[in-house]
Structures are given as structure tokens and as C-alpha cells.
């Protein structure tokens, strides 16, 4: 990435003079050390995946200086962050919590408010404080990621328990799963397998939910309910808390796994496999979060730009990506479906003969029998991570593009022929419409399936974030008038996704506001996140 010259100076936050800000900020050094608060008054450094800057978005779509912290702190422990919301309260400074800001696609580490102060929690928070090999948890500070997790449980010798990661293995264990963050293994719904979660409320009193809130006990990790209200759902995709500990469940090893793969050649197949694919992972005969993925994702992440392939306008042509695919060890097709069966070998065989059988339904789908790939096709990466095993090759389609850059669409809809098929076409047209090449996979859920659409796109380059932009808003609109809603989304579009869910005249918004209001009345802790503005905010012109 190209690091961005700043033209706009120190983002100062709004109601604050220069002055004042620097000066507070000094009151901050006193509180939790001098070395542990940072200006951001430098350039702002471009970077990669795992050496990304705190301090904004370096996969910016909005003008780079937009969406920029004033300030980072690293708070060491609780009272640390206790005494960051103390002084926030104070000043009234907004304050943005991530937990290694690894959010590529959804707005990186940046604040949602501009001259916000970044609380960098995984710089020193990040301790594993338990892994309870009997019950098969652990509980986690915000700063360890799916490789320190995975690398723990191998040096304690632990073989009979599995993390699950997401396509890459930088990630917080604890941030991801707080934005309802998915991984590939049978464990991959993050959210719904963790147990527990210690919170700093925007007033600076600490909770904790579930069996947390019962002192002494020793079932925090494993029922997650407690009594009462279940109160951890308004800390996810929220700005309710800032979250300093996270239990979690590990998954079994199962005994044995393998990796297969189909391709199935026509645009139309969409449909009936998508009929083909609901009951057999429905009845767990599919057992993980399995991808039904457009060729062209295939191709990519092969990790060439798409100057090798086309440098005309407008989307590839689908004769080009033909040619290449049969260049690859897959052959010619549209879609690629990359799943994992798990267990001893009979098990694998009952559960590998019924989809063989199913999948063959479809003409021309076709089997790739994994020993004739070489060892670096991707095909591998996604052995990897289905069982659990951190890796970082997904990062090459980010390559498609100079200054590689990317944000997502991702719709939810249920395991049906005719729902895939419609935003199929959307995604289609509007990327059609705005010259832009269409990579969509289908992560299939339990009962849903999450679409992703990424648009790859040069951050350097002014009308191809616009069109970007531009796809993205009309694909949320067009989607939502058919009824379907993302399941996460970038900061930029937060208010417009947020603005779909809107039944009942906002009635879901207007609770969440007066949450918000009651727990955050000062409006400091990451104002507008999901689209929850506070009262101090609200419609003075910051929702976009
Ligand atoms: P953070 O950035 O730290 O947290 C995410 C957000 O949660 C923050 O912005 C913040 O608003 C909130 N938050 C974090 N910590 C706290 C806290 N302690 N208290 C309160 N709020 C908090 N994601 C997936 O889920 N699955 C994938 O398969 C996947 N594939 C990807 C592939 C590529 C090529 C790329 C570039 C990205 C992919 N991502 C994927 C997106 C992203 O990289 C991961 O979700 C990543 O884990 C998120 O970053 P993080 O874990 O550092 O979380």
C-alpha cells in the first residue's frame, strides 16, 4: 500500500479545541503512561495485514483522512480501560475500541468519527487466561489472535481440542466473534459458541454476563446463559461496551478430516445445487461452514493482478476467465465448492458417498480428486483452515488490484435455489453497471447462507472507489427491497444498512437508541457504530 500525505493535520475530535485536546491528552498520559498514548500527527502508514496501522482504514474508500483517530491508547489491564472512559466522560471524546483492528473490509482499525481516540486493546491485553482442557474452553483478552490460540494449545500438547479461524489467522479470537465473524470448521458460527464476556460499560462500571455474574462459579465457559435477561447479544455489532474478556468453546478433534472438492460448470447451476446443498447441510451430512465460490474468486487467489488477464473496461470477460480456468488443475466451470468431512475414515466414507451422489446430479459437476493438486493450490489453504489451522494465503485475491484494497456486500438469505439466484442477478447487474469484475461466494451456514461479494479495488484511485461505493449502496437497497439484510457491514455503510432494518416504524433503531442513551450518556464510546448514534449526535449531519 502507498501511505496517503496527510493535508487536514492532527484529526482533532469535535468540541475541543487543539489546544485543549492536547492537553487533556497529557492527563491521559498521567493515567495510564506516558508511553502508552500516542498522537497520530504522523503520515498515515499504508501497510499489509499484519503489519496494519491503528490509527485508520488502510483499505480507505472515503477519502483517506476521513475516517482517522487522534490519538491511540493501550490500556494494560481494566482499570486501565476503566479510568480511558473515566477521562473520555470527562472531555466528552469519543472513543473507538478494536481489538487487533484487523477488520479488513469492513473498516480496518479506523473510528467511525473522525478525530476519534483508538482504544488499542490487544497491544497489552492479550493474555490466554484459561484453556480448560476438560471442558474443551478457554477465555481470552481482546490481543490474542487465531495463531497465538492455535500455537498455545500445540505447546501445551493438547491435540484432542481444535480452534476455529476465519480464511486468516491474524484476527482477534475476540473481536471477530464480537462482529458475529465466521470460520470454517463446524465451530465457525464464532458467536454462538462463546461463553461469557467481561465488559467495561461506557459509565466505567464492570460487568460480567452470564455464569460471570455469579462469584466463585466455575461454569462461565460452558453456560453461557446464566439467569436473567441475556445480556450479551447488545455487545456484539454494538457500541454498548468495551469488551476485556471473552470465553470460548473449543471444538473436539474429530478424529480424522478430509478435504473435498466439486466444480460444477454453468452460471445456472446456481440454483439446483443450492437446492442439493440445504438438506444435506441442514442433517450435518455438510458439517462446516462450507463455500460455494464463483470461479473468478479461484483465479484470483492465485495472487496475480488482473492486468495479467485483462486490461480492458468494464468486467472481465467471462471468455477470459473460461480460458484461464482450464489453465488451472480445476478445468473449465463457474462455481467451486470446497468442503471437509470430518471423523475416522468410515464415518468420512457414509457421509463423502452421499454428497458424491448428490452433487452429481448436477451435469458436468465434476469430483477433483485432491492428490492430483499441486501442493500450492489454494485447495490446500482451505484444508488448512477447515481444520482449524491458521493461514494467511486467502490475502492473495486482495492482489487483484494495485494498492489492493476491498470491502464487502453480504447479504443473508436462506438455502434456496431461488433466493441465490436473485441476488446472484443483482450483484450481477450492478456490477455490470459500474464496471466492476463480480467475485461471490456462498458461505453456507446451518439454515442461511451469507453471501459475500468483495469488490476489489484501488485505494489510490478516486473513481473506482466511487463506483465501488456506488455498487455497494444500490446492491444493499436492491437486496433489501427483496428482503434481504447484511449480516455485517463497513463503517461507511453502517447508517444505510442499519436504515433497512426498519420494521415496525425503527421500532428495532429506536430500542437500541434508548440503550444506548441510558448506557452511554455522554455519547463517548464509538458513536455511530452499526448506526447507533447518541443523543448528542443524532441527526446533526454525521449519518451517511
Ligand atoms: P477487530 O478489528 O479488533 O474488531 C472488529 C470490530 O469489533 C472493531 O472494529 C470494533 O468495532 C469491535 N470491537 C473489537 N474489539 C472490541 C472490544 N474489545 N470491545 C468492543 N468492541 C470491540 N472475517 C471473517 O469473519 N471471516 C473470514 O473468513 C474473513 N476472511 C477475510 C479474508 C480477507 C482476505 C480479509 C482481508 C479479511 C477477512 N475477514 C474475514 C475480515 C477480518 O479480517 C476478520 O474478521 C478479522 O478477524 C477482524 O479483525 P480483528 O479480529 O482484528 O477484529
Given at each position: ?176 466473534a464480537l462482529d458475529r465473524g465466521v470460520g470454517y470448521t463446524p465451530y465457525g ?232 439466484t436473485k441476488l446472484y442477478s443483482l450483484a450481477r447487474k450492478r456490477h455490470d ?59 461507511v455503510l453502517m447508517d444505510q444498512v442499519a436504515g433497512t432494518y426498519n420494521w ?41
Amino acid at each position: 500500500f502507498e501511505a496517503p500525505s496527510r493535508q487536514r493535520g492532527v484529526a482533532i475530535p469535535q468540541g475541543i479545541s487543539k489546544v485543549k485536546f492536547f492537553e487533556v491528552l497529557n492527563e491521559l498520559r498521567y493515567e495510564i503512561g506516558e508511553e502508552w498514548v500516542e498522537l497520530n500527527d504522523k503520515e498515515l502508514k499504508g501497510g499489509w495485514y499484519m503489519e496494519h496501522p491503528n490509527t485508520h482504514d488502510m483499505m480507505n474508500i472515503l477519502d483517506a483522512e476521513e475516517l482517522v483517530a487522534s490519538a491511540v491508547v493501550y490500556p494494560g489491564d481494566v482499570e486501565d480501560v476503566q479510568k480511558i472512559v473515566g477521562w473520555a466522560n470527562t472531555w466528552r471524546i469519543p472513543l473507538f475500541p478494536i481489538s487487533m483492528g484487523r477488520n479488513f473490509g469492513y473498516g480496518g482499525a479506523a473510528p467511525r468519527v473522525r478525530g476519534s481516540v483508538t482504544v488499542d486493546l490487544g497491544k497489552r491485553m492479550n493474555k490466554i487466561l484459561s484453556i480448560d482442557p476438560d471442558d474443551y474452553t478457554c477465555l481470552v483478552e481482546p490481543g490474542v489472535s487465531y495463531y497465538a490460540l492455535y500455537e498455545e494449545l500445540k505447546k501445551r500438547g493438547y491435540d484432542h481440542m481444535w480452534i476455529d479461524t476465519p480464511d486468516l489467522g491474524g484476527g482477534s479470537v475476540l473481536g471477530n466473534a464480537l462482529d458475529r465473524g465466521v470460520g470454517y470448521t463446524p465451530y465457525g458460527d464464532h458467536w454462538s459458541v462463546h461463553s461469557g464476556l467481561e465488559v467495561v460499560l461506557p459509565t466505567g462500571e464492570v460487568l460480567r454476563t452470564g455464569m460471570g455474574a455469579l462469584p466463585g462459579s466455575n461454569t462461565w465457559q460452558t453456560f453461557p446463559y446464566g439467569f436473567g435477561p441475556y445480556s450479551d447479544g447488545i455487545f456484539s455489532q454494538s457500541n454498548f461496551g468495551i469488551v476485556t474478556k471473552m470465553g470460548m468453546a473449543l471444538m473436539p478433534n474429530p478424529g480424522g478430516y478430509e478435504s473435498f472438492m466439486y466444480t460444477f460448470p454453468k452460471e445456472e447451476d446456481l440454483a439446483p445445487l443450492m437446492e442439493i446443498i440445504r438438506p444435506l447441510r441442514i442433517s450435518n451430512i455438510l458439517e462446516n461452514v462450507a463455500q460455494l465460490r464463483h470461479c473468478l474468486q479461484t483465479i484470483a487467489v492465485r495472487g496475480q493482478p488482473r492486468s495479467k488477464y485483462f486490461s480492458g473496461r468494464g468486467p472481465i470477460p467471462e471468455e477470459i476467465i473460461h480460458e484461464e480456468m482450464k489453465k488451472t488443475p480445476l478445468g473449465d466451470c463457474t462455481w467451486v465448492y470446497y468442503g471437509m468431512s470430518y471423523g475416522p475414515p468410515h464415518i468420512r466414507k457414509y457421509k463423502l458417498d452421499v454428497v458424491h451422489q448428490e452433487f452429481l446430479k448436477i451435469p458436468g459437476a465434476r469430483r477433483i480428486d485432491p492428490s492430483t493438486l499441486p501442493a500450492d493450490e489454494y485447495f490446500w489453504s482451505r484444508d488448512k483452515i477447515a481444520a482449524g489451522i491458521p493461514d494467511l494465503e486467502e490475502l492473495l485475491w486482495v492482489n487483484w488490484m494495485p494498492n489492493g484494497s476491498h470491502i464487502a456486500f453480504s447479504p443473508i438469505a436462506p438455502i434456496r435455489g431461488i433466493d441465490a439466484t436473485k441476488l446472484y442477478s443483482l450483484a450481477r447487474k450492478r456490477h455490470d453497471e459500474a464496471g466492476i469484475d463480480l467475485m461471490p461466494a456462498f458461505c453456507v451456514g446451518l439454515r442461511e447462507m451469507h453471501l459475500i461479494v468483495e469488490i476489489v479495488f484501488d485505494s489510490s484511485d478516486i473513481s473506482m472507489r466511487r463506483k465501488a461505493d456506488r455498487c455497494l449502496r444500490d446492491m444493499i437497497d436492491d437486496a433489501a427491497k427483496l428482503g434481504y439484510g447484511e449480516y455485517r457491514t463497513h463503517l461507511v455503510l453502517m447508517d444505510q444498512v442499519a436504515g433497512t432494518y426498519n420494521w415496525n416504524g425503527n421500532a428495532l433503531m429506536r430500542f437500541n437508541e434508548r440503550l444506548k442513551d441510558a448506557l452511554d450518556p455522554n455519547g463517548i464510546l464509538a458513536p455511530g457504530r452499526c448506526g447507533i448514534w447518541p443523543e448528542r449526535y443524532r441527526g446533526r449531519g454525521w449519518e451517511i
